[in-house]
């Protein structure tokens, strides 16, 4: 079965975060794959390709409105679909 053809594009910008503009539904209802510096991450909040950066929570720390605390690390950012077929 061939569900290359279903997915979306995946796009320079993304964020988990529904209220803001770089959420993509579409994109989110696959299993997306985050390398930064050769290393899977399974922790990043936003990611943007074309700067090279992502975004991750700071252990448990809130902001005032109740959102992760994000820092932002820069480096080589790759982006890709994981094999749902795959365990």
């Not at 569900?3 to 993304?14: G, I, N, S, V």
């Not at 090279?52 to 080589?76: H, M, N, S, T």
Request: charged letters at 30%; hydrophobic letters at 35%.
């Amino acid at each position: 079965m061939n569900t290359t053809a279903e997915r979306p594009p995946l796009p320079d910008h993304l964020a988990v975060n529904p209220r803001s503009p770089f959420h993509v539904p579409a994109v989110l209802e696959h299993d997306i794959g985050i390398r930064f510096n050769g290393n899977e991450r399974h922790d990043v909040e936003e990611y943007c390709l074309s700067e090279g950066w992502i975004k991750v929570a700071v252990g448990k720390k809130v902001d005032r409105f109740g959102q992760p605390l994000l820092i932002k690390l820069k480096g080589r950012v790759e982006a890709f679909y994981r094999d749902e077929g795959a365990a």
